[in-house]
């Protein structure tokens, strides 16, 4: 990959992987001097294969993989007392519209879910309900999304269901009450973003920003 202005170049990988472990390294050329840097540590990271529409979906519309993907995750951040998720249709005269669901006195904006694997099949559920602008914080801390998300007969298939460190998760956020829609929404539109995967973290603080819908990765001169 040729140098880029700026102090960092980005690789984008196109070629498909299969499920499995990966490892990556880098090395810097100069081809002027001839002059190479040192090979640097590998970093691994692990392939789970995923397509949403072979996914069960738990307490959430059933039709969610047909709706339009018009949004994408901007940026998820672990902390030890919560994990927030942002999106590009969060905020801003395009976000998206505010309904007000069966029984609700105030409004709602979207329902931020999660997608998990268990015995090798993916379960997706959209749990927390976020009216327009509450705070981000508001999702519950990462090491307790088994008795907080996950707590009752609802999530039958997944109920209790915490997932360990460096587990692979996708996060997604969906227009409107998407919470115990098995059957339907109480939306405006059936709208949703991509489901953005990451490395789960429950104790420790991290922080993972995308563009496009696709995980950043850079590599520093």
Partial sequence: MPEQGGPSTTITVSTPLAAGQYFWRVQAFDNASTVSSPVSTFSAFTYTPFSLSQATMVNSPFDFANWGETAKITNITFTNNYFAVDFDRRLGPNRWPDVQPAGWDGTLEYTLGMCVNKNDHWYCSAVVQFWHERELSASAPPSHVGFEWFYDGRWAPIIGYQPQD?????????????????????????????????????????????????RVLNFKR
Avoid: L, M
């Fill in 166 to 214: 460096g587990e692979t998760v996708g996060i997604f956020v969906c227009a409107g009450n998407c919470r115990d829609q098995p059957a339907g929404t109480d939306s405006r539109v059936k709208e949703r973003s991509n489901v953005a995967f990451v490395p789960w973290v429950n104790h420790e603080d991290a922080v993972y920003t995308f563009s496009n819908g696709s």
